[in-house]
């Protein structure tokens, strides 16, 4: 009774460690697969293609959008991004939990199209610990990190249309929450349907003997 | 920011081993609270008042049901069955995750009364491992084996309405699944809107410094 896997989409503010836990998660458990997006910006310098995205010319990307590849596609700053729909799928028929790591704006789209998915979002104990990080990078200017806590706050607008909030305390913490969340999903009545049927039969096939 | 306790009812097949994981997980853990019932049934041999039932007259029970004092109860063969508010809500308010172990009737009355209640349904991994637990017990007669396996084919007709079901395939495993769930339920968004609250005002300050 092999279960189909769970569809998840982790969201989070800029510097709140999403990419630190997947890494860790993907690294500690073998059952998940994270998406890769398809994007039409160009590569940055170290991205390869179908590692960070799946680098394409708007024309292939609007090819994928016209016979309806992708789960969800936006467009920010003009250039389009996208989940493509066959690896997803694919995927979570094998069993495997499928992890999106997406904007809010494409994470309501996902969970519009399948209300099953498991929307998170990823948050730092505190708004102080965010700056923090962001500063403690290193590597960004202070306009960016004006820019990054400028759009945390619009993003917290949204945050409680998440199903989940993790907190971000440490990276071994927040990758046992996530696994602990993700796979208690296995154990939704609604993803249990072939269960509860092969049960009722066997009941009334004991019961009738 | 200590967060309000969980309400989780856990119900299930008599004999698929809710009372031994309810045990184990009481023993491991110490963030739970059992609720214990109130009855106007006669105590058995060896139940002590207080720790399987609360044992109440007939006025007695029908004076908590004036006060509005009972969460839920129901009539079973003449007699009352009950949980306590005042439990609940103390426990709940302390931060402990509460368990309500009854039976479908009240949860699903409960779940109406509190929609954020966690349903959780019990179920071993075969109908045929039900059956082998309950003739495995040697204290139950061929016609009370009979009997519960009617009534598990009765439950079996209303377990989808629960939200997840454990399947039982060793005790260590259902108490961690089951503590993992509840425990994820604390991750959700409407148990954090202090946190979502205070985390956009937090990105207020830090931002308008």
Chains 1, 2 share one sequence.
Do not use: C, W
């Not at 059952?31 to 940055?44: D, E, G, Q, V």
């Not at 680098?55 to 250039?79: C, G, K, M, P, S």
């Not at 998915?117 to 990823?122: A, S």
């Not at 609604?190 to 009941?203: P, S």
């Amino acid at each position: 009774m092999k279960q189909q896997g769970i569809l998840a989409v982790v969201s989070g503010f800029s510097g709140a460690g999403k990419g630190t836990i997947m890494k860790a998660l993907l690294e500690k458990y073998d059952n998940y697969a994270l998406s890769i997006s398809a994007t039409t910006r160009k590569p940055r310098e170290g991205e390869v293609h179908g590692r960070e995205y799946f680098f394409l010319t708007v024309d292939e990307f609007e090819t994928l959008i016209a016979n309806d590849q992708l789960i969800e596609h936006a467009r920010y700053v003009n250039n389009y991004y996208g989940t493509p729909r066959s690896y997803v799928e694919e995927k979570m028929a094998e069993g495997k939990d499928v992890i999106l790591e997406i904007e809010i704006q494409g994470a309501l789209k996902v969970k519009e199209k399948f209300p099953e998915t498991l929307l998170v979002f990823v948050v730092p104990p505190t708004a102080e610990d965010l700056k923090n990080r962001l500063v403690g990078r290193g590597t960004e200017t202070m306009e960016v990190i004006e820019d990054r806590m400028n759009r945390a706050i619009e993003e917290a607008e949204v945050m409680d249309s998440y199903d989940y909030i993790l907190v971000n305390e440490t990276v071994e913490k927040a990758v046992e929450d996530l696994h602990n969340l993700i796979q208690s999903q296995h154990m939704k009545a609604e993803n249990n349907e072939a269960r509860i049927k092969q049960m009722k039969e066997e009941l009334h096939a004991i019961v009738g003997k």
